[in-house]
């Protein structure tokens, strides 16, 4: 059987730091439909759903994704696995599963190609290009194989293994072969996820200068436009990389005391 490639970009409305952020405008549409524009730009993803919640909040995300032909999937909105895996369910089992998040408007599709054929070339249950991070935050890619999902699906139980989905698999390596993907430089620096206010300023500033120009403009481009314009790392770069996640690493103390 031909192995399939499914990208599954999770999405919500219900942002604790800067609620309807992927429903923003930049140049008049979505910060989302951005994204997935840029993600359709991949040569490796055989096919993309952006998966949302069924809570009510993300009934716009619906409304966005069937006015622009763009393939949805509604789940839990709290277990976030679930989500993926019930989605992954839908579309047959794929081979392997593209984790995307809806909060990087500047995603690469030649850094997402790039990390699936590492992916494909070791064998890895797992590959990720941010375990330690060496590339921007926002253009973040883990992939994993179904299988390896379905284990972390009938397996985890902490509050960071269900909401970021596969904590599970990288803290299990007796368990899973992990490969992370580093680039030549470290870039981990730059912020270009949007997760509060000054986030979605920065990106903003980063469309406006580049995407008349260019609507597929990569990370060199904007590699580039910080270095003529230095003063834009000012608006965001002093914010914490990863901020949901230690939130979620506290829940996992509180858990683990009523175990």
């Known amino acids: 059987m031909e192995s399939m490639i499914l990208g599954i970009l999770q999405a919500r409305v219900s942002s604790s730091r800067l609620a309807g952020k992927v429903l923003k405008t930049i140049l008049g549409k979505e910060m989302l439909w951005h994204q997935v524009k840029r993600i359709q730009r991949s040569k490796k993803i055989d096919k993309l759903v952006v998966a949302t919640s069924t809570h009510s909040s993300d009934d716009n995300i619906e409304r966005m994704c069937l006015e622009n032909n763009i393939e949805f999937f509604r789940g839990d909105l709290n277990n976030v696995l679930d989500r993926f895996y019930q989605c992954a369910i839908k579309y047959n089992s794929p081979s392997h599963i593209v984790r995307l998040t809806g909060d990087c408007p500047l995603t690469d599709p030649e850094v997402i190609d790039k990390t699936i054929e590492k992916h494909l070339d070791t064998?890895?249950?797992?590959?990720?290009?941010?375990?330690?991070?060496?590339?921007?935050?926002?253009?973040?890619?883990?992939v994993v194989k179904f299988i390896a999902l379905k284990k972390a699906w009938q397996c985890a139980k902490m509050p960071s293994e269900l909401e970021h989905v596969t904590p599970y698999i990288r803290s299990?390596?007796?368990?899973?072969?992990?490969?992370?993907?580093?680039?030549?430089?470290d870039l981990s620096e730059h912020r270009w996820a949007v997760d509060r206010p000054e986030d979605f300023e920065f990106v903003e500033k980063i469309y406006l200068e580049l995407y008349k120009k260019n609507k597929n403009f990569n990370m060199q481009d904007i590699l580039d436009l910080l270095e003529k314009n230095t003063h834009l790392k000012n608006i965001n770069y002093h914010?914490?990389?990863n901020e949901g996640a230690l939130k979620s690493y506290e829940e996992d103390k509180e858990f683990l005391k009523n175990v």
């Open 123 to 142: 064998d890895s249950d797992y590959t990720s290009n941010c375990i330690p991070p060496s590339y921007p935050d926002g253009l973040d890619v883990e």
């Open 239 to 241: 914010i914490e990389r």
């Open 172 to 185: 299990h390596t007796e368990i899973f072969n992990n490969f992370n993907l580093v680039f030549e430089k």
